[in-house]
């Protein structure tokens, strides 16, 4: 352990000693925050103010369209309000009764930029439901289909409600969404939920898992691959054991990996600490979906997860010479993770469903897959241990089967070994 420990805390020094750890400590927030800050930029230059008219045969039917389509845009109108509505002012004009002759003077006005579009709403004879068409002069112009749609649906209900006597303000209560709380039961008990806000928990602690685990323990075979060409191995196993050196840089680069990561929490939580205060309010991290005792079993996880695949990156990196053939196995390492984050949905909808039950129990899968399933329901105690079990077993075997490659496969250059030749060095003592 001494021997592993030294190994380590070179490994470490060598690290955050280096320019490349400090500048990709600062760098690739910044990276982020540019991605967020030019999506948060472009959503406000795709604001601003919106001209349509609303153009029927059907004078009713015309301005209910228009009532519902400036209703998604009121604040506090007890409606699902649509996001752009923060960043778009939106002005709806009616021409109604028209006919298919006069398109031609509206299609003048897109065309002249006077307007951004009309909405063209034709009631035939003997048809319940209008024929709509959108005019604009770009497919992407404002407002969206799906929007247009949905205000359309809403003035056919109250154009009919109106028709029957109903008042504008009993029609706008008719039509106020009902508000929906939503509810989760976890351990016996009922925990208030939000959907998307538990959805987003879960996505950030499988990412996080996701990307620790790839990036870092492609560190240890890329370390592992620069010492081996350098011939520096030649010089440490004269005093240390192959076990001790791949031990030593499995903890060397892991501690060097959770370092970044400390720094970068510590940063966002002291420069947004009020406004992250301000958006968990005060469900804190289980509005999230995010519980202590998950936080508690994700910490294990990433752990497990970290040295079960870094144990298999430095016997991979052991067995190449050079570091560009470190990136043909990286899509071994990379494969199981993806399956818990491409099946992501069908795991959150379905957390007790069998074939989610043994994908969860799989090793490989495990860290992300069952902290996937324990954000979308209380796991019986029995699956979470036995998958603790698994996967400290899965670790063990992968941290012995690592070492007996690496302390063969370090000292071999020029060649690429053989299947049936990797299998031989499992017998050497």
């Not at 060409?229 to 001790?244: D, G, W, Y």
Request: proline share 4%; net charge positive; glycine share 8%.
């Amino acid at each position: 352990m001494r021997e592993a420990l030294l190994i380590a805390r070179r490994e470490y020094l060598e690290r955050v000693r280096s320019k490349a750890f400090r500048i990709s400590t600062v760098l690739i927030p910044l990276v982020f925050a540019a991605i967020f800050g030019m999506g948060a930029l472009s959503g406000n230059l795709g604001g601003g103010v919106r001209h349509i008219v609303v153009a029927s045969n059907d004078a009713v039917l015309a301005d209910c369209t228009r009532i519902e389509l400036l209703t998604t845009h009121e604040p506090n109108a007890g409606r699902k309000r649509d996001r752009s509505a923060q960043k778009v002012q939106l002005l709806v004009d009616v021409q109604a009764p028209v006919a298919d002759s006069d398109l031609t003077e509206l299609n003048s006005e897109v065309e002249s930029k006077a307007i951004d579009g009309y909405l063209w709403l034709r009631v035939l004879p003997g048809h319940a439901r209008p024929q709509a068409t959108y005019v604009s002069r770009g497919s992407a112009d404002f407002p969206g289909t799906d929007k247009m749609q949905s205000a359309i649906g809403a003035a056919l209900v109250r154009e009919t409600l109106m028709k029957r006597g109903v008042t504008s303000a009993a029609a706008d209560g008719l039509l106020r969404d009902v508000e929906l709380k939503t509810v989760q039961v976890k351990n016996g008990q009922s925990v208030a939920s939000d959907t998307g806000k538990s959805f987003w928990g879960a996505y950030i602690m499988a990412f996080v898992l996701y990307f620790v685990v790839v990036f870092y323990g492609m560190n240890v075979a890329q370390s592992v691959v620069a010492e081996k060409t350098s011939r520096v191995f030649e010089a440490l196993l004269a005093t240390a054991r192959p076990e001790s050196l791949m031990a030593g840089k499995l903890l060397g680069v892991g501690a060097a990996g959770l370092t970044q990561i400390a720094v970068w929490i510590t940063a966002i939580f002291l420069l947004s600490a009020s406004a992250l205060g301000a958006e968990l309010g005060q469900g804190g991290l289980a509005a999230y979906g995010i519980t202590p005792l998950q936080l508690v079993f994700f910490v294990i996880y990433f752990l497990l997860g970290f040295f079960f695949y870094s144990a298999l990156s430095a016997g991979f990196g052991a067995t190449v010479s050079q570091e560009s053939e470190v990136q043909q196995f990286s899509m071994v390492l990379v494969m199981p993770q993806l399956v818990g984050l491409v099946l992501m949905v069908y795991i959150l909808g379905n957390p007790s469903a069998w074939p989610v039950v043994l994908l969860s129990l799989f090793p490989p899968c495990t860290p992300i897959v069952m902290c996937l399933r324990m954000s979308a329901m209380a796991v019986p105690w029995w699956q979470l241990a036995l998958s603790l079990i698994l996967m400290i077993a899965a670790t063990y075997g992968v941290l012995w089967l690592a070492s007996r490659i690496y302390r063969v496969g370090i000292l071999m250059y020029g060649k690429r070994p053989t299947l049936p030749e990797m299998l031989r060095w499992l017998s050497y003592s």
